[in-house]
Protein backbone atom coordinates (compact mmCIF):
# COMPACT_ATOMS: atom_id res chain seq x y z
CA UNK A 1 0.00 0.00 0.00
CA UNK A 2 0.93 3.53 -0.50
CA UNK A 3 1.26 5.84 1.80
CA UNK A 4 2.30 9.26 0.18
CA UNK A 5 1.39 10.59 -2.62
CA UNK A 6 3.31 12.95 -5.12
CA UNK A 7 1.62 15.70 -6.96
CA UNK A 8 2.02 16.39 -9.83
CA UNK A 9 2.56 13.05 -11.63
CA UNK A 10 4.58 14.28 -14.30
CA UNK A 11 6.66 17.70 -14.47
CA UNK A 12 8.13 19.23 -17.57
CA UNK A 13 10.32 22.37 -17.45
CA UNK A 14 12.85 24.43 -19.00
CA UNK A 15 16.77 23.66 -17.95
CA UNK A 16 17.80 26.77 -15.29
CA UNK A 17 14.12 27.09 -13.98
CA UNK A 18 13.14 25.40 -10.45
CA UNK A 19 10.95 22.23 -9.97
CA UNK A 20 9.00 21.92 -6.75
CA UNK A 21 7.54 18.76 -6.03
CA UNK A 22 4.41 18.02 -3.24
CA UNK A 23 4.01 15.23 -1.34
CA UNK A 24 0.51 14.29 1.28
CA UNK A 25 0.53 11.12 2.91
CA UNK A 26 -2.29 10.29 5.83
CA UNK A 27 -1.01 9.00 8.71
CA UNK A 28 1.64 10.39 11.32
CA UNK A 29 5.15 10.01 10.86
CA UNK A 30 8.86 10.33 12.35
CA UNK A 31 11.11 11.11 9.24
CA UNK A 32 10.47 11.99 5.68
CA UNK A 33 12.84 11.27 2.57
CA UNK A 34 13.28 11.99 -1.06
CA UNK A 35 14.70 9.48 -3.16
CA UNK A 36 15.57 9.89 -7.00
CA UNK A 37 15.36 7.30 -9.47
CA UNK A 38 16.66 7.55 -12.72
CA UNK A 39 15.22 5.32 -15.59
CA UNK A 40 16.31 1.70 -14.97
CA UNK A 41 18.10 2.14 -11.96
CA UNK A 42 18.04 1.90 -8.32
CA UNK A 43 16.92 4.27 -5.70
CA UNK A 44 18.92 7.24 -4.54
CA UNK A 45 18.57 8.71 -1.33
CA UNK A 46 18.59 12.74 -1.19
CA UNK A 47 17.40 14.06 1.86
CA UNK A 48 15.69 13.49 5.31
CA UNK A 49 14.10 15.70 7.30
CA UNK A 50 12.61 14.25 10.78
CA UNK A 51 9.22 15.18 11.67
CA UNK A 52 10.76 17.84 14.44
CA UNK A 53 12.21 19.95 11.66
CA UNK A 54 10.34 22.00 9.43
CA UNK A 55 12.90 22.89 6.51
CA UNK A 56 16.11 21.19 5.50
CA UNK A 57 19.11 22.14 2.44
CA UNK A 58 21.11 19.97 0.46
CA UNK A 59 22.73 21.91 -2.17
CA UNK A 60 20.05 22.68 -4.51
CA UNK A 61 17.63 20.58 -2.99
CA UNK A 62 14.89 22.24 -0.30
CA UNK A 63 12.92 19.79 1.58
CA UNK A 64 9.92 21.17 3.64
CA UNK A 65 7.59 19.71 5.99
CA UNK A 66 4.12 20.40 8.03
CA UNK A 67 3.26 17.50 9.77
CA UNK A 68 0.47 19.38 10.93
CA UNK A 69 -1.17 19.62 6.94
CA UNK A 70 0.55 16.25 6.78
CA UNK A 71 2.60 17.70 3.49
CA UNK A 72 5.78 18.13 2.58
CA UNK A 73 7.44 19.30 -0.56
CA UNK A 74 11.05 19.26 -2.68
CA UNK A 75 12.48 22.23 -4.19
CA UNK A 76 15.30 21.58 -6.87
CA UNK A 77 16.57 25.16 -8.42
CA UNK A 78 18.43 25.58 -11.05
CA UNK A 79 17.36 22.46 -12.45
CA UNK A 80 19.91 20.64 -14.89
CA UNK A 81 19.66 18.24 -17.89
CA UNK A 82 20.68 15.52 -15.40
CA UNK A 83 17.78 16.23 -12.73
CA UNK A 84 15.53 13.95 -15.16
CA UNK A 85 14.11 11.89 -12.93
CA UNK A 86 11.69 10.11 -10.77
CA UNK A 87 11.70 11.03 -7.70
CA UNK A 88 9.81 9.42 -4.59
CA UNK A 89 8.74 10.65 -0.91
CA UNK A 90 9.12 8.32 1.81
CA UNK A 91 6.98 8.14 5.09
CA UNK A 92 9.45 6.52 7.96
CA UNK A 93 7.92 5.52 11.03
CA UNK A 94 9.90 4.34 14.04
CA UNK A 95 8.37 1.07 14.91
CA UNK A 96 9.74 -2.80 15.20
CA UNK A 97 13.09 -1.42 16.57
CA UNK A 98 13.81 0.23 13.53
CA UNK A 99 12.42 2.58 10.40
CA UNK A 100 9.08 1.51 8.37
CA UNK A 101 9.89 3.29 5.04
CA UNK A 102 7.06 3.20 2.61
CA UNK A 103 6.76 4.97 -0.95
CA UNK A 104 4.13 7.24 -2.65
CA UNK A 105 3.68 7.29 -6.11
CA UNK A 106 6.25 9.61 -7.37
CA UNK A 107 6.53 12.60 -9.62
CA UNK A 108 8.22 12.11 -12.94
CA UNK A 109 10.44 15.33 -13.94
CA UNK A 110 11.77 16.17 -17.55
CA UNK A 111 14.30 18.99 -17.69
CA UNK A 112 14.56 19.99 -21.31
CA UNK A 113 17.56 21.59 -22.88
CA UNK B 1 33.06 0.65 0.09
CA UNK B 2 30.55 -1.69 -1.68
CA UNK B 3 26.88 -0.60 -1.89
CA UNK B 4 24.06 -2.79 -1.54
CA UNK B 5 24.20 -6.03 -4.02
CA UNK B 6 21.55 -8.06 -5.34
CA UNK B 7 21.72 -10.55 -8.11
CA UNK B 8 20.43 -11.59 -10.85
CA UNK B 9 20.08 -8.25 -12.36
CA UNK B 10 17.45 -9.68 -14.98
CA UNK B 11 15.46 -13.23 -14.42
CA UNK B 12 12.88 -14.59 -16.89
CA UNK B 13 11.25 -17.51 -15.73
CA UNK B 14 7.95 -19.52 -17.16
CA UNK B 15 4.85 -19.21 -14.67
CA UNK B 16 4.87 -22.04 -11.78
CA UNK B 17 8.50 -22.28 -11.59
CA UNK B 18 9.81 -21.05 -8.67
CA UNK B 19 12.85 -18.26 -8.77
CA UNK B 20 14.89 -16.81 -5.90
CA UNK B 21 16.42 -13.23 -5.43
CA UNK B 22 19.66 -12.59 -3.32
CA UNK B 23 20.63 -9.12 -1.70
CA UNK B 24 24.03 -8.64 -0.07
CA UNK B 25 23.16 -5.78 1.95
CA UNK B 26 25.93 -2.91 3.21
CA UNK B 27 28.26 -4.33 5.62
CA UNK B 28 26.99 -3.26 9.76
CA UNK B 29 23.40 -2.07 8.39
CA UNK B 30 20.81 -3.60 10.56
CA UNK B 31 17.45 -3.19 8.30
CA UNK B 32 17.04 -4.60 5.30
CA UNK B 33 13.84 -4.06 2.96
CA UNK B 34 12.56 -6.03 -0.16
CA UNK B 35 10.32 -3.99 -2.51
CA UNK B 36 8.44 -4.99 -5.02
CA UNK B 37 8.30 -1.97 -7.98
CA UNK B 38 5.69 -2.14 -10.88
CA UNK B 39 6.35 -0.37 -14.01
CA UNK B 40 5.26 3.61 -13.55
CA UNK B 41 4.84 3.04 -9.64
CA UNK B 42 6.61 2.97 -6.51
CA UNK B 43 8.08 0.68 -4.62
CA UNK B 44 5.93 -1.37 -2.26
CA UNK B 45 7.44 -2.83 0.87
CA UNK B 46 7.44 -6.17 1.09
CA UNK B 47 8.88 -7.36 4.01
CA UNK B 48 11.76 -5.39 6.89
CA UNK B 49 14.10 -7.34 8.74
CA UNK B 50 15.82 -5.77 12.03
CA UNK B 51 18.93 -8.01 11.95
CA UNK B 52 17.60 -11.67 11.67
CA UNK B 53 13.90 -10.75 12.55
CA UNK B 54 11.24 -9.92 10.22
CA UNK B 55 9.29 -7.30 11.27
CA UNK B 56 6.69 -5.91 8.92
CA UNK B 57 5.47 -8.56 6.61
CA UNK B 58 2.35 -7.94 5.80
CA UNK B 59 2.27 -6.87 2.09
CA UNK B 60 4.01 -10.23 1.78
CA UNK B 61 2.01 -12.54 -0.27
CA UNK B 62 2.77 -15.79 1.91
CA UNK B 63 0.82 -18.33 0.14
CA UNK B 64 3.85 -18.01 -2.47
CA UNK B 65 6.57 -15.46 -1.34
CA UNK B 66 8.95 -16.54 1.20
CA UNK B 67 12.42 -14.66 2.84
CA UNK B 68 15.14 -14.99 4.71
CA UNK B 69 17.76 -13.46 6.35
CA UNK B 70 20.50 -15.94 7.92
CA UNK B 71 22.41 -14.67 10.85
CA UNK B 72 21.48 -10.64 9.97
CA UNK B 73 23.13 -10.30 7.01
CA UNK B 74 22.38 -11.95 3.56
CA UNK B 75 18.64 -12.76 2.83
CA UNK B 76 16.76 -14.42 -0.08
CA UNK B 77 13.65 -13.87 -0.72
CA UNK B 78 11.89 -16.45 -2.67
CA UNK B 79 8.46 -17.33 -5.40
CA UNK B 80 7.03 -20.39 -5.58
CA UNK B 81 5.24 -20.39 -7.40
CA UNK B 82 5.37 -17.21 -10.17
CA UNK B 83 2.56 -16.18 -11.65
CA UNK B 84 2.28 -13.89 -14.30
CA UNK B 85 1.59 -10.62 -12.30
CA UNK B 86 4.65 -11.24 -10.33
CA UNK B 87 6.57 -9.36 -13.06
CA UNK B 88 8.69 -6.42 -11.53
CA UNK B 89 11.96 -4.97 -10.19
CA UNK B 90 12.43 -6.33 -6.68
CA UNK B 91 14.38 -3.92 -4.83
CA UNK B 92 16.85 -4.81 -1.39
CA UNK B 93 17.46 -1.54 0.53
CA UNK B 94 19.27 -1.67 3.95
CA UNK B 95 20.51 1.21 6.68
CA UNK B 96 21.45 2.10 9.74
CA UNK B 97 18.58 2.30 12.63
CA UNK B 98 16.18 5.17 11.83
CA UNK B 99 18.63 6.49 8.51
CA UNK B 100 18.40 6.67 5.36
CA UNK B 101 18.21 3.66 3.13
CA UNK B 102 20.63 2.47 0.46
CA UNK B 103 19.47 0.60 -2.44
CA UNK B 104 20.65 -2.30 -4.86
CA UNK B 105 20.29 -1.80 -8.87
CA UNK B 106 16.87 -4.38 -8.29
CA UNK B 107 16.66 -7.90 -9.81
CA UNK B 108 13.63 -7.38 -13.28
CA UNK B 109 11.61 -10.59 -13.01
CA UNK B 110 9.67 -11.27 -16.01
CA UNK B 111 7.22 -14.45 -15.70
CA UNK B 112 6.59 -15.71 -19.47
Known amino acids: SQQGEEDPQALSIQEGENATMNCSYK?????LQWYRQNSGRGLVHLILIRSNEREKHSGRLRVTLDTSKKSSSLLITASRAADTASYFCATGLLTGGGNKLTFGTGTQLKVEL | EAGVVQSPRYKIIEKKQPVAFWCNPI?????LYWYRQNLGQGPELLIR????????DSQLPKDRFSAERLKGVDSTLKIQPAELGDSAVYLC??????????FGQGTRLTVV
Open chain 2, 49 to 56: YENEEAVD
Open chain 1, 27 to 31: TSINN
Open chain 2, 27 to 31: SGHNT
Open chain 2, 93 to 102: ASSLVYAEAF
